[in-house]
């Protein structure tokens, strides 16, 4: 009958303890949230919730920066470069960088004037890195290369048929 009483009282006490050590954690707010997703690369829940923080006007440049680069990581092209406008726009001076990547996710997405534009911010404060240079040098690669006549052609062989023969 001891021996029961003991592991009960044991039982009882373990049981406490564990509650309130679990009352002691405490409540991460949204963006703490947000960041250990960023953290552990979990980048489309980090976005998720960094998109519940957006406050119009009022949002911090953090906020838009975070979902721009969850977006890039995820090549969401759209809304990456959507975010990095944002984040530019609020403050021009943020690192050039970024500048680069905002081009790229708007060249991505197709809009190539946009991107040049870009570019050639990153290439003002950044005139010798490589892909400033490479910009300066040819602009708009892009569209001469999509003027171009095709290669080669490509046309079915009939080697193997729908029908696995």
Excluded at 127 to 153: C, G, K, N, V
């Amino acid at each position: 009958m001891k021996i029961r009483k003991v592991y009960l009282a044991l039982l009882l006490g373990g049981l406490l303890a564990t509650q309130s050590l679990s009352a002691q954690e405490p409540i991460k707010t949204p963006l703490e949230i947000a960041d250990e997703h960023y953290k552990h690369y979990e980048f489309v829940d980090a976005a998720k919730v960094y998109q519940k923080l957006i406050r119009g006007a009022k949002t911090d440049n953090y906020i838009y920066l975070q979902l721009a680069d969850c977006y890039y990581n995820i090549f969401n092209t759209v809304e990456a470069a959507k975010y990095y406008g944002k984040a530019l726009e609020k403050d021009p001076s943020l690192d050039s960088e970024l500048y680069y990547r905002y081009a790229q996710m708007l060249k991505a997405s197709g809009r190539y004037d946009s991107s040049n534009a870009a570019m050639r911010k990153f290439a003002e404060r950044n005139p010798e890195d490589q892909r400033a240079i490479a910009f300066m040098r040819e602009p708009d690669y892009i569209p001469r290369l999509r003027a171009q006549e095709e290669l080669f052609t490509f046309e079915e062989s009939g080697i193997n048929d729908r029908q696995g023969n």
